[in-house]
């Protein structure tokens, strides 16, 4: 034991054999039993690489960026703990080795090591122990949730694994739970489940010196009883701590799972807790059973650069989920990559959809069709949310469309553009840097009263996270109002457009902010509410027999008349 008086319960989660097979989904899933037994559960997820944080990394080549409250830019899988445990994280909550590296540098300049030989072991080791006790300590954990990034053999997490191997001798055994996640692969011919990857896995775990608990096996069937004996006998694990982590409906009921098979038992069972409710995912089996009721469904266009790769969008889709397990229906999202636009007809694309989600991102690539794509929402009536740079090309659209702003644009896409309506923030001019210097984290808006947004909110004062460089600019702002677009929430101080919608639209609405990020299971968002409200109701005209119906779009009864799909554009004021 190392002396100090508060010891939590560590619960260690690392994997095996490949990388991606969902050891964040499974951990946060561990966690979220753990919760509702009524522990304190704190993640903390170690990424081996030398960035910083994962802000400057490319959504291609790590997935989504998340972002937290103090606006730190992190792993995605910190997002998937949000979720899950329905708690606010902090950038301490993400170790990466670029962080731990700086600080144990910063350290030597400043002699704090007294003339040693800076190493790996031990300065560095004891560098990470240091980071994961204060987390554990400031927050209060009763269990510290460790997630282990990448696989066991990888050299960048070594020194990490090395550093909990020499916190299990300074804090005791018995204070200590390790799980390992691996693959069981089935040879198509034989159609046989393989438990040798994970034996190997295994193995090198115990050879640096950690004995595994548990042993999760991803699969796409459930583990047969022999592979599950095999594992128990080779890897040294009790047969029930097998655990099968086989394909499900949907991530949450992996929860639901792992209960089935006494995962939260075993685990509170070595490390001698004692719960102190059994509510165990009670809430959540409500909000399940409310899932898509028969014949209720939308198509949902998600438009944006990153589609080949679907983690580019995890919070989106999530919240998109969340909204329609909320209202009983069925979101079916249609994926649109905005380079397409450019070289086709945007009604080729979006024609069939309810409604039109354009995305945050970066740079020029695209931009056009989502432009293109954006208008097609506005001017055929189309359900349209339009998230951080989704509401910059909204406002381009609408100078270029409406106020006739020829060539009108962001000057983050076209810096000699002779009408930035879109513009780089003052204060972002003179920074030469790119990591973690955006407007980041959680900031306030007020809600203009008689909007949309403010009905959708129902309060004046929200706090969203933000995540970008540029900003409506406000020289444009009177044009814009004048022509027809509603400003429906600024910062405190009035500088800052942080909601646009336009009036007689069933729904058209922007904001600066990435709402995707506070969204949960059983607190939906509610802009992703409002949105899919509105593409219901859509859905609902397409498919009336009547060629017109009527719909109603606000409080103050104004109607809006729809004709059939193929007249669209025709629609006009009762």
Known sequence: MNGWEYVPKYLVVTGGVMSGLGKGIAAASIGKLLKDMGFRVIPIKFDGYLNMDAGTMNPYEHGEVFVLEDGSECDMDLGTYERFLDIDLFGENNITSGKLFYNVIQKERKGEYLGQTVQFIPHVTEEAKSWIRRVAREQKADIVLIEVGGTVGDIENAYF???????????????????????????????????????????????????????????KQPLNSK???????????????????????????????????????????????????????????????????EGQEVKVAIVGKYTGLKDSYASLI?????????????????????????????????????????????????????????????????????????????????ARNVCGLEGANSTEIDPKTPHPVVDILPEQKE???????????????????????????????????????????????????????????????????????????????????????KSRLDRPHPLFVGFLNACLERSKLKSAESKLSLIRVSDEKLYLRYFSASEWGKLERL
């Not at 409906?249 to 992996?254: F, K, R």
């Not at 189309?382 to 090309?393: A, I, S, T």
Request: proline content about 5%.
């Open 318 to 398: 999530e919240a998109i989920r969340h909204a329609e397990m909320h209202l009983g229906i069925k979101a079916n999202i249609k994926w649109v990559e905005s380079t397409d636009i450019e070289s086709s007809s945007p009604g080729k694309l979006l024609s069939e959809v309810d409604g039109i989600i354009v995305p945050g991102g970066f740079g020029s690539r695209g931009v056009e069709g989502k432009i293109k794509a954006i208008e097609f929402a506005r001017t055929h009536y189309v359900p349209y949310l339009g998230l951080c740079f989704g509401m910059q090309l909204a406002v381009v659209e609408f």
């Open 161 to 219: 694994i090395e550093a909990i191997r020499e916190l299990i001798l300074e804090e005791g055994r018995e204070n200590f739970f390790f799980v390992h996640v691996t693959l069981i692969p089935v040879i198509d011919p034989v159609g046989e489940q393989k438990s040798k990857p994970t034996q190997h896995s295994v193995s090198m775990l115990r050879s640096i010196g950690i004995q595994p608990d548990m042993i999760i096996g991803r699969c």
């Open 431 to 517: 920074i030469d840097e790119l990591g973690g210097t955006m407007r980041l984290g959680s900031f306030p808006a007020v809600i203009k009263e008689g909007t949309l947004v403010r009905r959708i909110y129902g309060k004046e004062l929200v706090h969203e996270r933000h995540r970008h460089r540029y900003e409506i600019n406000p020289e444009y702002v009177p044009l814009l109002i004048k022509c027809g677009l509603t400003v429906s929430g600024t910062s405190p101080d009035g500088k800052l457009v942080e909601f646009i919608e336009i009036k007689g639209h069933p729904f058209f609405v922007g904001t600066q902010a990435h709402p995707e990020f």
């Open 227 to 293: 592979v599950r004996r095999k594992i128990s006998l080779f890897c040294d694990v009790p047969e029930e701590a097998v655990i099968s982590d086989h394909d499900v409906e949907s991530i949450y009921m992996v929860p639901f799972l792992f209960k089935e098979q006494g995962v939260h038992e075993i685990i509170i069972k070595k490390l001698g807790l004692k719960p102190k409710q059994r509510n165990v995912l009670l809430y959540w089996e409500e909000i399940l059973s409310r899932r898509e009721i």
